[in-house]
């Protein structure tokens, strides 16, 4: 996709390796190549993927200090990120590491020459940051986890689960590009379900005692939260509002539940079973 020698950068996030080349002007002078990692706070949370990442570059032969230098931005909320994305344009970094499309999007409004990786995308194609899987063209590439395709299956799963629930929550961020066309993909797949979807935003964790709130006043069956760096980050509130409530739940990630989960499809999601009494 861009006029490089080698490729060689990895990123680790998500648990999966993309190669991807550094650039030219990194590989040919002695100077470290500067990675911008652009991500939500709290930096914490991500310790574990950050560790990972630091690991898969040292064994590209990549070392943080010695011929990387990796400049991290926390935005504390979503508003920030494009703030902080012009500045890692700004410092003419070689190339910006942005873990979903809620990151990915204010670095592609931020430069269009400078290479952005993502590590999870939920639907690159649909709301147009690539122009395909096979072909992504432009600066953009990365991995994608198919969140709109999901969706539907995720929804059917739901329903078999829990096959007495006839009105279901959709928990999702109006903050995500990525969820609209997957709300999109609910709604359809609710309709051939026959089931009646209640779509609840919730853009920070303030919003999520208001979510309950409510699916309880809804008399929902259950909910499906539609990933998110909220969601992935603040799994346990979620976890614990929704044992509160007694509402079976679906998660993205097997990491978004408690002791009292039962495992489910592990590739896709989780389902709480502690119902209604």
Not at 18 to 30: D, E, I, M, Y
Not at 165 to 173: E, G, Q
């Amino acid at each position: 996709m861009f006029n490089m020698r080698r490729r060689e950068f990895i990123t680790l996030l998500g648990g999966a390796v993309v190669a991807w080349p550094l650039a030219t002007k990194a590989q040919q002078s002695a100077k470290a190549a500067r990675i911008g990692f652009l991500d939500l706070a709290p930096a914490t949370a991500r310790s574990s993927r950050v560790e990972a990442l630091l690991a898969g570059l040292r064994n590209l032969g990549y070392v943080e200090g010695k011929n990387i230098v990796i400049e991290f931005r926390w935005a504390e909320r979503v508003e920030q990120l494009p703030e902080l994305a012009a500045e890692l344009v700004r410092m003419n970094v070689d190339l910006i590491f942005a873990p979903s499309s809620t990151m990915v999007e204010p670095a592609r409004q931020a430069t269009k020459t400078i290479p952005i990786v993502f590590g999870g995308h939920a639907d690159p194609v649909g709301i147009g940051h690539v122009a395909s899987l096979a072909h992504p063209g432009g600066n953009i590439t990365g991995l994608t986890t198919i969140r709109t395709d999901l969706a539907a299956k995720e929804l059917e799963l739901f329903k078999q689960a829990v096959p007495q629930a006839t009105r279901i929550s959709v928990l999702w961020n109006p903050t995500t590009p990525s969820h609209r066309p997957a709300v999109s993909a609910f709604v359809a797949t609710g309709d051939k379900l026959g089931v009646q979807l209640h779509m609840v935003p919730a853009a920070t964790v303030e919003d999520f005692d208001g979510a309950f709130a409510s699916m309880t006043r809804e008399s929902v069956g259950g909910f499906v939260a539609v990933a998110s760096p909220v969601t992935t980050l603040q799994r346990a509130r979620l976890a614990e509002l929704a044992l509160k409530h007694k509402l079976p739940g679906m998660f993205a990630t097997k990491r978004c539940c408690g002791r009292r989960a039962w495992r489910g499809d592990s590739r896709i999601a989780q389902i709480w079973c502690n119902r209604r009494q």
